[in-house]
Structure formats: structure tokens, C-alpha cells
């Protein structure tokens, strides 16, 4: 029987989302579960997970979960090292999970490089699946606290170039959800390792229904409905859509249109000074204007804040990762509206060819950061309801197209070949 070593951040059992662990967490645990469908069960599974203070090392749908490591903390690849080599060295494949918080700040990622030596001196095959990709610090500042060009800047983004070219020369594959993730990568060296599999789509069961989610969420049925879902970030554009919704609403007498903010904080990020002070102003700014900011929401509420939508924004500034609140979008077969940085989404060779099929044009989804192309495609889609029904489709055959059966057969025959 195969063997699977798994490192990354997971989920408490009998869960998929929560607030405990980093978004890396479902997703790996969708991947996992997959790829035991894939394999027909005839894989092992062992997964080294985070410790968690409400939850325990336990096996559950056939997968295994050590909760041996502990977030920010510099023992961790120390700690991993030790117990790779105790019990698992006759797993010859090591998949790590990966993005940059999951193991506490970015200083506690300076030992990963040589870590990653340390298992291949140890006859390891190593996936890596990487969930960001970020050549240049400056992308994201203001989203850590660090200012264009400073000291800090240009440091991280050294530290950034080793690392990435350390991934290249040590993994013996890459895993990344989108093409444009993959040609960063060549900044840092040949790509050829480097394999695209797109970000899978869940599936919901029992969902109710949109007039039912309004009901329970008291939405007046007459209201457009927009959600933005997921933690609060700076390079989200949380705080560009409230302003951008504030500015046309002072203006715009017909039907409402409700900005629901579905989520909150992120947890990880509180004890910091310029995330507290920005969450904040950006609290203040949509209590003035009437934008709901649900807090945290729980996995069992997802579906009532999905069904209740009328469309599904993702104001992003810029693009390092694949967003699952997007996928969940598709499992809703919900509209949905992205910003321009966000462009490479569409170019992917799926929806690429769906769109064209649908004759759904790019203009139709993207929005430039400013009030006014914002507004141009919100009312494009609003007004346009065969365009909403054709966006609709687009999103279905998403569902289908990368249901989670459809990638972990995928990630499978990547893991055995």
C-alpha cells in the first residue's frame, strides 16, 4: 500500500472550515480526502499537524492526524526533523501544504530551506504544494507593515528570491492552482518541475434556499445583495469596497443595494498594532454606511451567506494566490465580479474556454479600482439578466469541472508519478 506523509495546518475533526487553523487547512483536507477516492483507499495517509488546544491527534475518514508542531515556534522543522526520522522512514513521499503564515511570522521560515535538504538527504520525494506565490514583498506592505523600498523591504525580498529558488532546487514537484502562480516562478529558475492544478471546488449538502437564507439572515427579498466573504485583509480590498460602496450609495436613489462583509479579523493577526488600527477605521467606515461585518462565519453558515448573495466580489489588490472564497462561488453556481489584478483567474485554459463558449467577456468580470468601473460592472451584471444567467453556467460547470473527485484523481496521479 502507498504511503503519504502530509504536512500542513488541518482542520478539527469532524470540521472543514474554522478559525483555528490557517486556510491552508481545508483545503488540505479536501485534497486528502480525494486522493483517498482516487487511490480506492489503498493509500495511507498520515497527516503533521499543528497543535491545536481543542483538539487532538486522531484518524478520521481513513486519514491520520499527529498534531505534533506548534505555530511560532523556531523548533518546528527541529521538532519535524525528529519525527520524520523516529517514525516515518519508510514514507518515501512528503507532501507539505504551504503558505506563508502557516507556521507563525516569516521569520520562522528561515530554517524551511534546510529542512527541505535535510529531507532529501534523507531520501525523500518532496511535493510541494504552494498555495502564494509572492516575487516581490512590496505587493503586499501595507498588508505587514512594511513600507516601499525600505531596509525591511528589500531584505524580505532577498530572503524571498533564496527561498523560492531553494523550493525549486529541493522539491522533487511543485504544486501550484494557477498559470500566471507558475510563471513567477521563472524569475527564480527552470519551471519544468512545476505542475498546475487548479483550486478544487466543495460541495454543500442540504442547502437552503436564497428567499430562506434571507429569511434566517432578516434580508428583505427587494435588496441586490452583495457579499464579500472571508477574514479582513488589506490586500483583499476589504476597506477599498466599503469606501467604493459609500461613495456611489450617497448618490444612487433605486432598488438597495446591501454589502455584507462575510467575515472578520483574521485571529492570527490581532495582536499587531497596525491590523488592530486598521480593522478599526475599517469598522467604523461600514458601521457610517450601513455595510454588515458578520464576524467569523461559522462552516454550518456558509451556505446562508452564498445563497442570500446576488453576487460574489472580490475586490483583491493584488494576486498571490488562488481565492477560496471563489471556489465556493462556484459551488453556489453564484455570479461573481473580480478585480483587475485578478485577470489571470480568467486566463486559466478552463474558464478561458467556457467564457468563450458562453460568449462572457472579460470586461463583463473585471472592475478597475475606482468607483466608477466598479459601478459600471455591478450595474452591467444587475441590469443584464441573461448575463447573470450566463455567469451563473460559468460557475456551474466550474463545480463540475473541479469538484474535488475530479482534483484529488488529479493530485493522486501527481503523488505516484
Not at 462561488?329 to 489584478?341: D, N, Q, R, T
Amino acid at each position: 500500500m502507498d504511503k503519504l506523509l502530509v504536512i500542513s495546518s488541518y482542520p478539527k475533526r469532524l470540521s472543514v472550515h474554522g478559525n483555528s487553523t490557517v486556510g491552508v487547512a481545508s483545503y488540505a483536507k479536501n485534497t486528502l480526502i480525494g486522493i483517498k477516492k482516487a487511490a480506492l483507499n489503498k493509500i495511507n495517509i498520515t497527516v503533521l499537524a499543528e497543535k491545536l488546544p481543542d483538539d487532538t491527534s486522531h484518524t478520521q475518514t481513513g486519514i491520520t492526524v499527529r498534531r505534533v508542531w506548534e505555530r511560532n515556534s523556531f523548533m518546528i522543522f527541529l521538532n519535524l526533523i525528529k519525527e520524520i526520522a523516529s517514525n516515518y522512514k519508510d514514507h518515501k513521499t512528503v507532501v507539505i501544504e504551504f503558505e506563508l503564515s502557516m507556521f507563525g511570522s516569516i521569520f520562522h521560515l528561515l530554517p524551511l530551506p534546510l529542512f527541505l535538504l535535510i529531507l532529501r538527504l534523507m531520501r525523500k520525494k518532496i511535493i510541494f504544494i504552494n498555495h502564494q506565490v509572492i516575487p516581490n514583498i512590496n505587493e503586499i506592505g501595507p498588508h505587514i507593515n512594511i513600507s516601499d523600498h525600505s531596509f525591511t523591504s528589500i531584505f524580505m525580498n532577498f530572503g524571498l528570491r533564496l527561498f523560492y529558488t531553494s523550493i525549486l532546487a529541493l522539491s522533487s514537484k511543485i504544486i501550484v492552482f494557477e498559470d500566471v502562480l507558475k510563471s513567477r516562478f521563472a524569475a527564480f529558475g527552470n519551471t519544468r518541475k512545476i505542475k498546475v492544478i487548479p483550486h478544487g471546488v466543495e460541495s454543500f449538502n442540504k442547502l437552503p434556499t436564497k428567499s430562506q437564507s434571507r429569511k434566517t439572515l432578516s434580508i428583505p427579498k427587494s435588496e441586490f445583495v452583495i457579499v464579500c466573504f472571508g477574514y479582513i485583509a488589506w490586500y483583499k480590498g476589504t476597506d477599498w469596497l466599503i469606501h467604493t460602496m459609500s461613495e456611489f450609495q450617497k448618490n444612487y436613489r433605486g432598488k438597495k443595494i446591501k454589502l455584507i462583509i462575510a467575515g472578520g479579523p483574521n485571529p492570527y493577526h490581532m495582536d499587531k498594532n497596525y491590523y488592530s488600527h486598521y480593522i478599526e477605521n475599517l469598522s467604523r467606515e461600514a458601521k457610517k454606511n450601513g455595510v454588515t461585518i458578520t464576524g467569523f462565519v461559522p462552516q454550518n453558515s456558509i451556505p446562508l451567506y452564498y445563497q442570500a448573495a446576488d453576487v460574489i466580489i472580490l475586490p483583491y489588490r493584488t494576486f498571490m494566490s488562488a481565492s477560496g472564497p471563489l471556489s465556493i462561488a462556484f459551488s453556489f453556481k453564484k455570479p461573481f465580479l473580480l478585480a483587475a489584478p485578478l485577470k489571470g483567474v480568467l486566463n486559466q485554459t478552463d474558464i478561458h474556454n467556457l467564457m468563450g463558449d458562453l460568449r462572457i467577456s472579460q470586461n463583463s468580470l473585471l472592475f478597475k479600482p475606482t468607483t466608477k468601473d466598479f459601478k459600471r460592472v455591478l450595474f452591467n451584471l444587475k441590469n443584464k439578466k441573461q448575463l447573470t444567467k450566463k455567469i451563473q453556467l460559468l460557475s456551474s460547470k466550474l463545480s463540475q469541472m473541479r469538484n474535488w473527485d475530479v482534483v484529488g484523481a488529479r493530485y493522486y496521479e501527481e503523488l505516484i508519478n
